[in-house]
């Protein structure tokens, strides 16, 4: 089982965590394919470290989800009473870097989820080695089970086993050499792939350990239809597949410069910054009409949340709730280790969005003939002293670029970004020494030059 991609924002008008003894002994791992055995579980987080839930915006309470006995031993039990335990040749401990399993309630919805990273390790005569790593996380939109993260926590420590063993039998199981140790491995030790490459690999993310090693899937074509976004803030696209196949339970896809993740109503970039991903989201107080509001609650969801989790829903990256209000977006950071989004802090933003752009010829410009305004092959406009021309693109990813021509043949190149919440406008004017200079109005002045255009002097359309 490979976990697909999905998101759930917790809004806390009146959330409460519910105590929950997480009880694992009555679970086994669908593990029959898999001939290896746990000979050790050990936490890699710190042996003291808590098994609980988000609090982000909220007190701290004492109502965790917690196991009903140590958590090394608990996860031992489960994993050595499911795996092959007589005539194995593959022996493995297993060190835990991240557990988090969550149990929300909000109203009479519950919501479950779980984030996990394992390394598999092996000891040989000169030391410890490292044959595999990886993290996932999966989200239960609708926990009515009472052992619902039971089950969460065994779909992920399923997906991650299977992925060792066809490691392993497909020979790439690593051979890294490591120090053992109570602390969590920094996310940089791993030297990832995604992190290490000057670039994304063009193609889809099936999942989230396809982003992180780097290798989308590139069998399928895809097209991508940009979508407005506010000045600054990540761009925003919806995917065409063109085999016709539904993209909503894809985990994102890159460009070939940049990745996108899916947050269901459509795919906002990862932004790259320093050792992290970081991306912003538009916060559902603010937004609401591009959410699935969630019947019975104060909860929204995204991503592809719709099947049960009994019939192979997809995983998730839930992220935590947050304090509730009305700023307009939600600064979140990305978990390398597990795929998980956290939130990191509230961003205002304004409420306009357009990506209007005026192109103005000074009444003072001495030009004798028109200056012309070129978009690629097309000219866009042809502008004499006080004209000018109106120009609304649609949507692109990346900035359109414009040459400004006067007469004499001089040119300057203007840059458009297309994601933009406010006007702007641009002043070309040719100069006594027939130089073209263009410059973009300072903030202050863009409403009043706007203002005092007058329709008699927009530019003829271009013929």
Same mark, same amino acid.
């Given at each position: 089982?490979?976990?697909?991609?999905? *998101?759930?924002?917790?809004?806390?008008?009146?959330?409460?965590?519910?105590?929950?003894?997480?009880? *694992?002994?009555?679970?086994?791992?669908?593990?029959?394919?898999?001939?290896?055995?746990?000979?050790? &579980?050990?936490?890699?987080?710190?042996?003291?470290?808590? !098994?609980?839930?988000?609090?982000?915006?909220?007190?701290?309470?004492?109502?965790?989800? #917690?196991?009903?006995?140590?958590?090394?031993?608990?996860?031992?039990?489960?994993?050595?009473?499911?795996?092959?335990?007589?005539?194995?040749?593959?022996?493995?401990?297993?060190?835990?870097?991240? /557990?988090?399993?969550?149990?929300?309630?909000?109203?009479?919805?519950?919501?479950?989820?779980?984030?996990?990273?394992?390394?598999?390790?092996?000891?040989?005569?000169?030391?410890?080695?490292?044959?595999?790593?990886?993290?996932?996380?999966?989200?239960?939109?609708?926990?009515?089970?009472?052992?619902?993260?039971?089950?969460?926590?065994?779909?992920?420590?399923?997906?991650?086993?299977?992925?060792?063993?066809?490691?392993?039998?497909?020979?790439?199981?690593?051979?890294?050499?490591?120090?053992?140790?109570?602390?969590?491995?920094?996310?940089?030790?791993?030297?990832?792939?995604?992190?290490?490459?000057?670039?994304?690999?063009?193609?889809?993310?099936?999942?989230?350990?396809?982003?992180?090693?780097?290798?989308?899937?590139?069998?399928?074509?895809?097209?991508?239809?940009?979508?407005?976004?506010?000045?600054?803030?990540?761009?925003?696209?919806?995917?065409?597949?063109?085999?016709?196949?539904?993209?909503?339970? /894809?985990?994102?896809?890159?460009?070939?410069?940049?990745?996108?993740?899916?947050?269901?109503?459509? =795919?906002?970039?990862?932004?790259?910054?320093?050792?992290?991903?970081?991306? &912003?989201?538009?916060?559902?107080?603010?937004?609401?009409?591009?959410?699935? =509001?969630?019947?019975?609650?104060?909860?929204?969801?995204?991503?592809?949340?719709?099947?049960?989790?009994?019939?192979?829903?997809?995983?998730?990256?839930?992220?935590?709730?947050?304090?509730?209000?009305?700023?307009?977006?939600?600064?979140?950071?990305?978990?390398?280790?597990?795929?998980?989004?956290?939130?990191?802090? !509230? *961003?205002?933003?304004?409420?306009?969005?357009?990506?209007?752009?005026?192109?103005?010829?000074?009444?003072?410009?001495?030009?004798?003939?028109?200056?012309?305004?070129?978009?690629?092959?097309?000219?866009?406009?042809?502008?004499?002293?006080?004209? #000018?021309?109106?120009?609304?693109?649609?949507?692109?990813?990346?900035?359109?670029?414009?040459?400004?021509?006067?007469?004499?043949?001089?040119?300057?190149?203007?840059?458009?970004?297309?994601?933009?919440?406010?006007?702007?406008?641009? *002043?070309?004017?040719?100069?006594?020494?027939?130089?073209?200079?263009?410059?973009?109005?300072?903030?202050?002045?863009?409403?009043?030059?706007?203002?005092?255009?007058?329709?008699?002097?927009?530019?003829?359309?271009?013929?």
């Amino acid at each position: 089982m490979r976990p697909q991609f999905a *998101i759930v924002l917790f809004c806390c008008a009146s959330i409460a965590f519910a105590q929950h003894t997480l009880d *694992i002994h009555t679970l086994r791992l669908d593990l029959r394919d898999v001939d290896m055995r746990v000979d050790t &579980v050990m936490l890699g987080f710190g042996p003291a470290a808590a !098994i609980g839930a988000s609090r982000v915006g909220l007190s701290p309470s004492a109502d965790d989800v #917690f196991f009903d006995q140590p958590t090394a031993t608990a996860l031992g039990d489960l994993m050595n009473r499911s795996l092959q335990s007589v005539g194995s040749l593959h022996h493995v401990t297993v060190k835990v870097n991240a /557990l988090r399993l969550e149990e929300i309630r909000s109203n009479q919805e519950e919501v479950g989820s779980c984030a996990v990273h394992l390394e598999f390790l092996v000891q040989k005569e000169d030391g410890w080695y490292r044959v595999y790593e990886q993290g996932t996380c999966l989200t239960d939109p609708a926990m009515n089970d009472p052992h619902g993260l039971e089950e969460l926590l065994s779909a992920c420590l399923e997906d991650l086993f299977q992925g060792c063993w066809s490691a392993l039998t497909t020979g790439t199981w690593t051979n890294e050499p490591v120090a053992l140790n109570a602390s969590r491995t920094p996310d940089s030790a791993f030297r990832l792939p995604i992190m290490r490459d000057p670039a994304p690999c063009r193609g889809l993310y099936r999942s989230f350990q396809q982003f992180r090693a780097n290798v989308p899937d590139t069998t399928v074509e895809f097209f991508i239809a940009p979508l407005r976004t506010g000045n600054g803030n990540p761009r925003r696209a919806r995917l065409n597949l063109a085999d016709a196949s539904a993209p909503d339970m /894809l985990w994102g896809f890159s460009d070939g410069a940049r990745s996108y993740v899916n947050v269901g109503s459509y =795919f906002i970039e990862l932004m790259r910054e320093g050792d992290r991903f970081t991306t &912003v989201l538009p916060n559902p107080e603010a937004e609401r009409e591009q959410l699935a =509001f969630a019947k019975g609650g104060s909860m929204f969801m995204f991503g592809p949340l719709g099947a049960p989790f009994a019939g192979g829903m997809g995983g998730g990256i839930p992220f935590g709730p947050g304090p509730r209000n009305h700023a307009e977006n939600l600064a979140m950071r990305m978990d390398l280790l597990t795929g998980r989004l956290g939130m990191t802090g !509230i *961003i205002a933003a304004p409420n306009v969005v357009t990506s209007r752009h005026y192109l103005l010829c000074s009444d003072k410009s001495l030009a004798d003939q028109p200056v012309h305004v070129q978009l690629g092959d097309s000219l866009l406009a042809a502008l004499n002293p006080g004209e #000018f021309h109106e120009f609304t693109p649609e949507m692109q990813l990346d900035p359109l670029v414009l040459e400004v021509r006067s007469a004499s043949g001089e040119t300057q190149l203007l840059s458009l970004d297309t994601y933009r919440t406010d006007d702007q406008v641009f *002043i070309i004017k040719v100069k006594k020494d027939g130089r073209l200079t263009v410059t973009e109005a300072g903030s202050q002045m863009v409403l009043p030059i706007i203002e005092d255009l007058k329709e008699t002097n927009r530019a003829r359309p271009r013929q």
